[in-house]
T-cell receptor
């Protein structure tokens, strides 16, 4: 079946640096992609999404890039803060609301 | 406040017992979902329901059962047939009508951590 996977399971950065979290997906028919942030012991929270007909989307301090040619998705966090430390998941969807999640990347921000 | 409420937050079960996890939402969402999360892993879909009185199996439905008698509620029963039930269980909901909301966004509860003794 389809799968969504991450290149790096852990990422450590210094406060103020930019962070880039990567994700590879295998289902070229996916309609949209979402990034979630999950803090320890809590449910995932929506960060940003992007439709398959877009290449880039920006939010507050975050940017998602989609490269359909190589089936790659990335999340860029600008000026990373300690509060950004969490597990980040990418997810893909082909039918409305049914998502397939990747393994997750642990982001640790050092002050 | 609108949101999703899961209970209990922590639950301990003896082997051979069935347990039911509660999930209630007041977001008026049509679709509800149950995911399982194991340490260091992503979320795997157990069951989902897009309308009252209807639900479908996800990727790992064996050993679980659900019901959707009300739009607001989607309880999950972990049966004794589930061989490795210790995990973090997450309930989510979404609106299946794209009325200007974010594409396919799921709203998650805070989770229920089940431990088998």
């Amino acid at each position: 079946g389809e799968s969504v996977g991450l290149h790096l399971p852990t990422l450590s950065v210094q406060e103020g640096d930019n962070s880039i979290i990567n994700c590879a997906y295998s289902n070229s028919a996916s309609d949209y992609f979402i990034w979630y942030k999950q803090e320890s012991g809590k449910g995932p929270q929506f960060i940003i999404d992007i439709r398959s007909n877009m290449d880039k989307r920006q939010g507050q301090r975050v940017t998602v890039l989609l490269n359909k040619t190589v089936k790659h998705l990335s999340l860029q966090i600008a000026a990373t803060q300690p509060g950004d430390s969490a597990v980040y998941f990418c997810a893909e969807g082909t039918s409305y609301g049914k998502l397939t999640f990747g393994q997750g990347t642990i982001l640790t921000v050092h002050p | 406040d609108g949101g999703i409420t899961q209970s209990p937050k922590y639950l301990f079960r003896k082997e051979g017992q069935n347990v039911t996890l509660s999930c209630e939402q007041n977001l008026n969402h049509d679709a509800m979902y149950w995911y399982r999360q194991d340490p260091g892993q992503g979320l795997r879909l157990i069951y989902y329901s897009q309308i009252v009185n209807d639900f479908q199996k996800g990727d790992i439905a064996e050993g679980y059962s659900v019901s959707r008698e009300k739009k607001e509620s989607f309880p999950l029963t972990v049966t004794s047939a589930q061989k490795n039930p210790t995990a973090f269980y997450l309930c989510a909901s979404s609106s299946i009508r794209d009325g200007g909301g974010r594409t396919g966004e799921l709203f998650f509860g805070e989770g229920s951590r089940l431990t088998v003794l």
